[in-house]
């Protein structure tokens, strides 16, 4: 190890404390992206985090509007050429915190229990957007940045990303770079580091069937109209058939099989199926079947009913016969499935199977396709072997199961790879009360990024 490295991580050791005051200060800010009342609190997390950029002598520093909440930009592009240009990325929105009585502490009161810190939003994301930063700090307090940095973070990853792609677009010379740094994804345990080489796309519908123009009686008209209801149930229920495997037409003619090598990649993780049902509380596990539930959830494309409404759903009883029902449709895609492509198979699904006795619509609201690294870039490289210098382990590549639409973006606007990565875990109940991050994986986090970006320089 040189010595610029070793001063750079002794550095980060001697200021772990503020480190850690300065994740607190950044999750007490509430900026939940999907809540009106909230606006002026992710705008406070915007400034907050360009502040903070300002203080670590990044240049450019912005807080850039969108047609939504803002985007926060800077960049620092001292090192001389053929020194590397790297794009980091990251969002500062968080999801809503309920349901609050299920929190041991308050959600946006961050609190350290044991070797973890509690509060909405430090796993996902604002911790690992810190370890990017506190790793660049240590750096440029002990010797000189090996490699040019740009940022830019986000206030709407968790509502979509509705207009990202719209700002890089726009933004495009600002953001020219070699490879984009996303540390939003997640590790496998403390133990063992990870590298997610593949996530999965997304294809986002609702579903609509309509039946008699009002809500009937149904004891004076049920048995002669057809429940809007029973008939949504139906059309769902055949999506599926007894392997599982979903029944649109040619829903798998573009899915890439899994060659034996990934498979045998996958197979490493140390995570069976007791494993998933202690993490569900599910009574079995269910899925495709002729896979395991490590390659269903992260390789092989999924149809998921997100939520379903109809007729009276209050205390007590209405016989009713609802005139309407709905259900919010996900479809989770694997590299070359298209969103656009879903979407028409599901309405050809539709027009064979739905009944004549009923009107059905179906509206596409958001999505992406599905992305995949070559894990023998120079780059991916570089983070594996920062990670097996801090966890003297080799780290495990993964898929993932969840979809980040940016990484498409900037594969597909400016041109450059991502690495992905990250030091949250699959118990961190990110999206749930008492979501965590597990502070000795955060501080070995920074050591690794100060390795990553000296191995980006070489």
Aim: hydrophobic content about 40%; proline content about 7%.
């Amino acid at each position: 190890m040189t010595d610029l490295r070793i001063k750079a991580i002794e550095y980060a050791h001697e200021n772990a404390d503020r480190f850690l005051d300065e994740l607190k200060a950044f999750s007490t800010i509430p900026s939940i992206s999907t809540d009106e009342v909230s606006k002026s609190d992710v705008q406070r997390a915007a400034e907050w985090l360009s502040n903070h950029l300002r203080i670590l002598g990044m240049d450019h520093v912005q807080v850039l509007p969108t047609g939504g909440h803002p985007v926060v930009v800077g960049e620092w592009m001292h090192a001389k050429p053929p020194a590397l240009t790297a794009l980091v990325y990251g969002h500062y929105d968080v999801q809503p915190a309920d349901p609050l009585d299920l929190w041991i502490s308050k959600p946006f009161s961050p609190e350290v229990r044991g070797e973890y810190i509690y509060a909405r939003g430090v796993t996902d994301m604002k911790g690992q957007i810190l370890v990017t930063l506190d790793a660049i700090e240590s750096i440029l307090k002990t010797s000189q940045l090996p490699i040019n940095f740009k940022f830019i973070f986000e206030g709407e990853e968790e509502i979509g990303s509705p207009h990202l792609a719209e700002f890089i677009e726009s933004h495009r010379e600002m953001l020219k770079c070699d490879l984009a740094i996303n540390p939003d994804t997640g590790a496998i345990s403390p133990e063992i580091p990870s590298i997610t080489y593949a996530l999965r796309g997304l294809a986002y519908m609702e579903l609509r069937i309509d039946g008699p123009d009002h809500d009937l009686h149904s004891g004076v008209f049920g048995g002669a109209v057809l429940n809007p209801a029973q008939a949504l149930c139906e059309l769902i229920a055949g999506m599926h058939d007894s392997q599982r495997r979903i029944t649109l037409p040619g829903f798998y003619d573009k899915v890439r099989p899994l060659s034996e090598e990934e498979r045998a990649e996958l197979a490493r993780m140390p995570i069976d199926d007791d494993f998933y049902l202690k993490a569900t509380g599910s009574p079995a596990l269910d899925g495709e079947a002729g896979y395991t539930s490590t390659e269903r959830i992260g390789a092989r494309p999924t149809l998921e009913v997100n939520g379903m409404l109809s007729g009276f759903t209050g205390d007590g009883q209405k016989t009713v016969l609802p005139a309407w029902a709905m259900a919010k449709i996900s479809c989770r895609l694997v590299p070359d499935q298209l969103p656009d492509d879903v979407y028409q198979q599901m309405k050809a699904y539709l027009e064979a199977h739905a009944p004549r006795s009923i009107r059905w619509s179906l509206t596409p609201k958001h999505g992406g396709p599905a992305s995949i690294a070559d894990i023998s870039s120079p780059y991916v490289q570089a983070l594996s072997n920062a990670l097996e210098a801090v966890w003297h382990r080799p780290p495990i590549f993964k898929r993932e199961g969840g979809s980040v639409p940016v990484v498409l973006d900037f594969q597909r606007i400016l041109g450059v790879p991502t690495v992905n990565t990250g030091f949250s875990m699959l118990d961190d109940n990110m999206h749930s009360p008492n979501e965590k991050l597990h502070l000795p994986s955060w501080y070995r986090g920074i050591d690794s990024f100060i390795h990553f970006y000296f191995n980006l320089a070489q």
